[in-house]
């Protein structure tokens, strides 16, 4: 059972990479490091409904940067100016 899922884990993590491998994907991954409050904390002073809903988008970049395994400098690298408009 453990080798199925490390062997799950391995499939994932290369769809992940192949996914944003290319230039596409990086201008996606900057989007998304804006939008998920990768970079700035996700605590709203007198919201705690807009810190929740932030700390979800924050929780979803965790995931891609976890199966990614990409390192803070890496993260701060992505070009605002390589997001979508």
Known sequence: MREVFAR?????????RRTFA???GQAVLAD???FCCATRPSFQPGD???TALREGRREVWLRLQMHLNM????IWQLSDENAPE
Do not use: M
Not at 8 to 16: C, E, G, H, I, Q
Not at 71 to 74: D, F, L, P, S, V
């Open 8 to 16: 799950l884990l391995r499939r994932r993590r290369l769809a992940y």
């Open 22 to 24: 290319s230039r596409d």
């Open 32 to 34: 998304l490091r804006n």
């Open 48 to 50: 705690s409904h807009a």
């Open 71 to 74: 390192t803070e400098k890496q």
